[in-house]
């Protein structure tokens, strides 16, 4: 059974940084897709980053240049780091994985950002 683990959320004033941790378990960390996606108060889920396995990574436009996505196999973790954050960073946010036809998410960590 996979299972992710989010943590490392909390408050932080603009222009701050998080690092966001992501724990997988129960799958194979080969050939793998992780994805952060957030959800802002009262708006859809949205992707965030995206690893793959050979390392490419692809951001959204709205956190380019501000956040990156990392993968240490070693220790089934994926992270995300936040720099330079801005108010709309503020979401919930979720680790995700897709194999085959099935979609696994974590229960999400908290971000807030305000002076």
């Known amino acids: 059974q996979v299972q992710l683990v989010e943590s490392g959320g909390g408050l932080v004033q603009p222009g701050g940084s998080l690092r966001l941790s992501c724990a997988v378990s129960?799958?194979?960390?080969?050939?793998?897709?992780m994805n952060w996606y957030r959800q802002p108060p009262g708006k859809q889920r949205e992707l965030v980053a995206t690893?793959?396995?050979?390392?490419?990574?692809d951001y959204a436009d709205s956190v380019k240049g501000r956040f990156a996505i990392s993968g240490d196999i070693s220790k089934n973790m994926v992270y995300l780091q936040l720099n330079n954050m801005k108010p709309e960073d503020t979401a919930l946010y979720y680790c995700?994985?897709?194999?085959?036809?099935?979609?696994?998410w974590g229960q999400g960590t908290r971000v807030t950002v305000s002076s």
């Open positions: 129960g799958m194979t960390f080969s050939n793998y897709v």
């Open positions: 690893i793959f396995s050979g390392g490419t990574t």
């Open positions: 995700n994985t897709r194999i085959g036809f099935d979609d696994y």
